[in-house]
Every structure is written in C-alpha cells, then in structure tokens.
C-alpha cells in the first residue's frame, strides 16, 4: 500500500522566531511584511485575540499591540530559508522520496511501508523535527495527496499527528468544510455550495463528474478523485522546478540608476546561491523595475526584459552583468522605483547544462564561487559578495523590528550567559 505523508510547520515564521526568543513562548506573536508594512504570519495565541487577517497593515494594529504586549518581528527571510533546510534535512532520513511543497511543507511518499505502525511514525517524525529545529510540526498521513491535506489539517487540531486510514477517511470527510479543502478556493467552493456540496464527504461522493469538470475543470475532477482514494497528483521533484528568483520593495524611494544596480547585483547574488544549493544553471534571466502603484498622483512606469545564456550558468558574476545590461535597456529617469527583482528561467540540474558549441568550457568561475559559498557558509551571509552590491545600501528594505542572524553568521549567534 502507497502512502503519502504531509508534514507542515506550525505558524512557521513565528516559531522560527520563537526559537531563538524563547521569552515570547505563549506570548502572542505576529511577523511583518517587507518593509514592515503588513502583517503575514500569526500564532495561534494572537488569532485568539483578534488578530490574524492577512495584510492588515501594521499602522492600523499599533494600538492593539501594544494593549496585548503582541512580540513583533520584521521578516527575516535568511533565518526561515536557514531552517527551513534543517526541517527538510530532518525529513529526508524518514523516506527515500521526498518533495518540498514549500517553504515550510513536504510531502513525503511511504510506498512499502506496510509492516510499519505509520501513526507511531509520525509521531516520530514529529518529535525529531522539534528535537533538531525546535520547531512543532503537524503530520497527516493517507493515501493521497488531497486526503494527506485533510488529515494534516485535523492532526493540527487534536496531538499533531493524524493517521487517516481507509476505516476513517468517510467519517474525516463528513465534517471537514468544502472550503478548507486543499486546491478548492472560495469561488468553486460558492459553486460547489450551489450544488449542496458543503463538506468533502458531499464532494467525494457527488455523481455529476462531467459537471465538476465544466465547472471546475480538469484540476477540480482531479481533487474529487483524490478524496476518493485515486491518486492523480504524483510526487515531483526539485529539480522539476522551472525558476527561482528574488525580488524586494525598497525601504526608501530610488531614482538613480546607480542604486538599481547595486539592489539587482544584489538579487542576482541571491538568486545565484539558491541555483548553485540545488545544483542548478539557469539560461535566461529576466529583471524588472517598477514605480508605486499605490501613489496615483505621479508618473508610472513597469519595465521589464530578457536575456539568454548560450550555456546555462549559476556564476553570480555572470548573471549581475547581464541583469546590469539589460538595466541599461529598461531604466527611465525622472521616475522614483519602489520596486525591483531578478527572475531566472528554464532551469535544469547542472548535469544536464549543454554547453556552447564555440565555446568549451563555460567561463563560470566556478572555482572562485565555490570558495565564496564556503567562507559565506561558515562565517555568515555576505561575509564576502561582489562590489557591485554595494556598501552603504540606502535602498534596503525597512526592518526595524528584525531579529538577528543566529543560524547564518558567527556574529549574531545566540550568546547563552551561565551563572
């Protein structure tokens, strides 16, 4: 029997936090946007106050804060990406198919697994991941992707583990919400309410397949036939994904060309240690700038443009001198950019790269970016990067509340004081 497994998270950037704060433990706590703008993460003590609405800008929940002494923190993207990887590390030792969903999700195949107490299982699981991490986790186990969601949802509300069988996946259904089901949103939910279809059990057992499918299309009819057991949905790989990229709003308004480059050096350098961790190149990169749509009153501007690799590459040097040509295409002075980022395209694992034909060996410097990820990795993030990135960087993005670097630079890690 296959089975598939979903681990998840629980309020994944706040525990991130909490790990290293542990004095907000039962506090409440909620995580800020880019340039602390909006709130994006809360635990589960500040829904309980009345917070948790996606977005809400920050300005308007000061008061609030303050009044429930709420701990916020401002993003801290290299700490969530540290740990992440840790969690995933942690996983990988419990089967030999893995696939990260996302940044704090994995599902995990348990194909010939029978002889194994899978409950006991996930209870292992669980307790290692906040063993190694520190971090609390919830795990759903059934048999399809679909009903693995489900299961992952009500472990979540009983002990963090939840064991779907096929004795329990129909009593599961009958009280678990069309809404919550994973891949329904809240308009085929609504056309599903119009059908009487209000819990997965009503999807599940709904005969009209032909009219799911107009009204939901194909991914709709697919759902349906995962709560019925049918697996459609297989298990991906990594190295399936197609683009990575990164891309920020700046702290402060930016007119000058000089400091778009400095932040595109920068997202390059970013992007390329994301390749380069996966084993991946890259043959195209797209880069683009654009004005604040929310300030109606001045000019507008989106540029945006491409350029291809006659091999692919994960060379950081490489990739910030083509994101700086083709600035060189996009950018319009006289307008103030709020926004900015690299995107790489068509990706596919290094031992796979086609070389040039007139050219055969890649200049990539491999040699020097290996040496780069070495010290970066032992003595923090950016201990060393490209010029071109900067020094001042006037332009970062506003973090006033963001917590330190603990896993990622021997400067800021956690100092314990005995006695």
């Not at 936090?17 to 589960?44: H, M, Q, W, Y």
């Not at 999700?105 to 006991?120: V, W």
């Amino acid at each position: 029997m296959n089975y598939i497994g979903l681990v998840d998270c629980n309020s994944f950037y706040c525990s991130c936090e909490r790990v290293f704060n542990p004095e907000t433990r039962g506090r409440p706590v909620i995580v800020l946007s880019n340039n602390d703008g909006c709130a994006i993460a809360f635990t589960k003590e500040a829904k309980a106050i009345g917070f948790g609405e996606m977005c809400e800008p920050y300005f308007k929940m000061k008061e609030r804060i303050k009044k429930y002494n709420v701990a916020v923190f401002s993003s801290n993207y290299s700490l969530y990406d540290n740990m992440s990887r840790r969690v995933m590390e942690v996983l990988r030792d419990f089967t030999p198919r893995l696939e990260i969903y996302s940044v704090d999700e994995a599902f995990l195949e348990f194909n010939g697994f029978d002889h194994y107490d899978l409950e006991s299982y996930g209870k292992k699981i669980r307790q290692d991941v906040l063993r190694f991490t520190g971090l609390p986790v919830g795990v759903g186990i059934s048999t399809t992707k679909v009903l693995s969601k489900v299961a992952n949802k009500i472990a979540k509300k009983q002990n963090g583990v939840f064991f779907m069988t096929d004795q329990l996946i129909d009593q599961s259904l009958k009280h678990f919400p069309v809404r919550d089901i994973w891949g329904i949103g809240h308009a085929s939910a609504a056309k599903l309410n119009m059908l009487g279809i209000k819990t997965a059990y009503d999807f599940k057992m709904y005969k009209d397949d032909k009219l799911i499918q107009k009204l939901l299309t194909k991914t709709g009819r697919e759902i349906q036939e995962e709560l019925r057991g049918v697996s459609c949905l297989a298990m991906e790989n990594i190295e399936e994904k197609k683009n990575t990229g990164t891309s920020r709003s700046f702290g402060v308004s930016v007119y000058t060309k000089k400091e778009l480059k400095e932040a595109l050096a920068e997202f390059s350098t970013v992007a390329a240690e994301k390749l380069r961790r996966q084993k991946s190149v890259c043959y195209s990169l797209t880069v683009f700038i654009h004005t604040n749509s929310f300030k109606e009153q001045l000019p507008q501007y989106y540029g945006t443009d491409s350029t291809t690799f006659l091999s692919g590459t994960s060379d950081t040097l490489r990739l910030i001198k083509g994101s700086h040509l083709i600035l060189d295409k996009i950018f319009r002075p006289g307008f103030e950019y709020k926004k900015a980022g690299v995107l790489l395209n068509h990706l596919v694992p290094k031992s796979q790269n086609q070389l040039d034909l007139f050219q055969g060996t890649p200049n990539d410097n491999e040699e020097l970016s290996q040496v780069v990820d070495l010290i970066n990795k032992r003595y923090g993030s950016h201990t060393i990067h490209s010029a071109a990135c900067g020094i001042n960087q006037n332009w970062k993005t506003i973090a006033d509340y963001r917590s330190a670097k603990f896993t990622t630079s021997w400067n800021e890690l956690l100092r314990i004081k005995l006695g």
